[in-house]
């Protein structure tokens, strides 16, 4: 948000500026996952493939508790960082402006809008996280190019998208509840079926695959 809001803020506010201003979404993909820390949305794929192709039960305790440490930490962390955002003068109006601008937009659609936006989220970032392997010295196009396409369109993210509402719920521009139940909650469903669902076609590809394999 952070980066975004500053480029927002620098540019001219014509039809071009999110063509430029989104490349400022993909600043904080390349911290976490260059810097290998955790993001719940990069979880949705990892920790599921071994836990389709067998030992559910075992494995079912593990991923939820996993899911749950990564999704409360991302999100404390997003609610200090917006209200350190909302109560100092960290920054400038200008780039506060953008940033109110910004959590408006997020929190603006309805309910089923914004969950569809997750699902479709939860897709491209469960897919960048299973081509990163194969991308070697790729990877920093692959992280910047998959998360454009996410801020472009608007795709819906529980964590970053969390800063953004977030910060301007701690304004008083917007209320808790609509950030909550209006933008949180679906964006969560959203992300986890967009990366269970690709996670669940790649799992059956493989064993298709597989058996394809054996039969040869």
Do not use: C
């Amino acid at each position: 948000m952070i980066a975004e809001g500053l480029l927002m803020s620098r540019l001219p506010d014509t039809e071009w500026r999110p063509l430029i201003a989104k490349f400022g979404y993909s600043a904080g993909f390349l911290i976490v996952i260059l810097g290998r820390q955790q993001l719940f949305t990069e979880n949705t794929l990892t920790p599921v493939l071994p836990f389709l192709q067998g030992k559910v039960k075992a494995r079912l305790a593990n991923v939820l508790r996993l899911w749950v440490i990564v999704l409360a930490a991302n999100l404390i962390g997003a609610l200090v960082l917006a209200f350190v955002i909302a109560k100092t003068g960290a920054f400038d109006s200008d780039t506060v402006g953008a940033f109110t601008e910004m959590g408006h937009k997020a929190v603006e659609p309805g309910f089923g809008i914004v969950l569809l936006r997750g699902i479709f989220a939860g897709w491209l970032i469960a897919l960048m996280v299973w081509l990163l392997p194969f991308a070697e010295a790729a990877r920093v196009w692959v992280i910047i190019l998959i998360t454009y396409l996410v801020g472009l369109g608007n795709f819906t993210h529980i964590i970053a998208g969390g800063v953004e509402t977030f910060t301007v719920a701690a304004m008083g521009a917007e209320t808790w509840p609509k950030v909550l139940g209006g933008y949180i909650v679906p964006t969560l469903i959203g992300n986890i079926l967009g990366g269970v669902t690709l996670v669940a076609i790649l799992n059956h590809a493989q064993i298709v695959a597989g058996e394809k394999g054996q039969d040869l």
